[in-house]
C-alpha cells in the first residue's frame, strides 16, 4: 500500500511538472490582482460561510443518530467529535479516510462496523438525492436573461432525473436489496470480478441501511434534514462567492447560478488526493467560475481557495482538538479503519 502511495506521489509531482513546463508561456496570471482579491475579500461573509458549513456538522451528527435510534439511542453531541474527527482525517489524507467516520462513531457506541458501514452508505445516497432535489429545483427555475440558461436549465433537467433514478432505485433495493445485489454481481462479473463484489457489497450496505429506518417518519426527518444541510452548503458557496466584492460577477451571484459552481466542486472533491487534490480543487472551482459566470481568472482562483477554505479545510481545527482530547492519531485511526473494512470484506 505504501508503495503504490509513494508511487501515486511521484506519478502526480511528474504530471504537474510537466504542465508547468508545457504551459508556463501560454499562462497570463497576474499574481497582484489574486493577491488584491484576497486583502480586499469580506471577512464578513467568509465566517458566515464557515458558520454555516460548521452547522453542517451538527446535522450530520444529529441525522447519523436518527439512523442508529432503533437500534440503540445516541444523543447526536457525542457523534458531533467523530463527525469532525473523520471530515479533518478526509482533509488530510484524501478519500482514503472516507471510513473513518463509521470506525469512530462504531467504536464510540459499540456497535459493528458493518452497520455503521451501512449507515454511512445509506448517508451518501441522501446526500446524493438531496443535493440533486436542491440543484435541480434551483437550476430549473433560473431567469431567461442569464448567460448560459440552457445550460442551467439542462443540468437542472439531468439532476431532476437522477433524484428520480435515485428514489425508484432505492424503493428496489428497500424491497429485494439481495437479489439486486446478486444480478448486479452476475452481470458485471464478466468484467471484472473485484469491481461486481464491491457494488454488490455496496448494495447490500445500502439495503441494510434502509432497513434501519424503520418508520416513515424517520425517513421524513432524514430527508428534512438531508435537504437543510444542502442547503447550507449552497448558501456557503454563496456567502464565498459574495466575500469578493470588487468582482462584480461573483458578488451579484445568486442562490440558483452557483448550482454548477457546487456541482463542480463536488465533482472536483470526488477523487481527492492527500493536499495535492487541494490544488485541484482550486482549478476547477476557479475554471467553473471563469467558464460560467466570466470572472477573471485571478478573482475566480482567489474564490476558489477561499471556497476550499470554507468547505472544506476549516474543519481541521476543530477536527485536531477533537482528536487531542479523545487521544485519536489521524494517521493510526485511518490507517486501523482501513484494515477493520478490509478484514470485514475478506470475511463477508
Known sequence: ???????????????????????????HFDWGAFWQQLRHASVGHIVAGIALIYATYWLRAVRWSVFVSPTKK???????????????????????????RPYLVARRISL???????????????????????????????????????????????????????AVFAAVVRVAGGAVARFAEVALRPLSKPVAESIAEKITGFRDGLNALSSVREFLVVAAISLAMWGMIGSAYVQTAHAFVETPELAGLTFSRTMLLMAASIGGSALQLPIVGWFTQIAVTATAMHAFYGAPIEAATACGAILLVVTFICIIPAGL???RLEHVSLKRVTEESEAAAGEQSLAQ
Open 74 to 100: 445516541v444523543p447526536a453531541k457525542s457523534l458531533l467529535g467523530p463527525q469532525f474527527i473523520g471530515f479533518t482525517a478526509v482533509a488530510v489524507f484524501g478519500r482514503l479516510a472516507d471510513l473513518t
Open 112 to 166: 459493528p462496523l458493518s452497520s455503521q458501514v451501512a449507515v454511512y452508505t445509506i448517508e451518501r445516497m441522501f446526500d446524493l438525492g438531496a443535493a440533486a432535489l436542491i440543484f435541480s429545483s434551483a437550476l430549473a427555475f433560473t431567469p431567461k436573461d442569464l448567460p448560459h440558461h440552457e445550460v442551467f436549465v439542462r443540468a437542472g433537467v439531468v439532476s431532476l432525473a437522477l433524484t428520480l433514478a435515485i
Open 321 to 323: 482538538v477533537c482528536a
Open 1 to 27: 500500500m505504501k508503495k503504490r502511495g509513494g508511487a501515486l506521489w511521484v506519478g502526480v509531482v511528474v504530471v504537474l511538472a510537466i504542465i508547468v513546463i508545457v504551459f508556463r508561456d501560454r499562462i
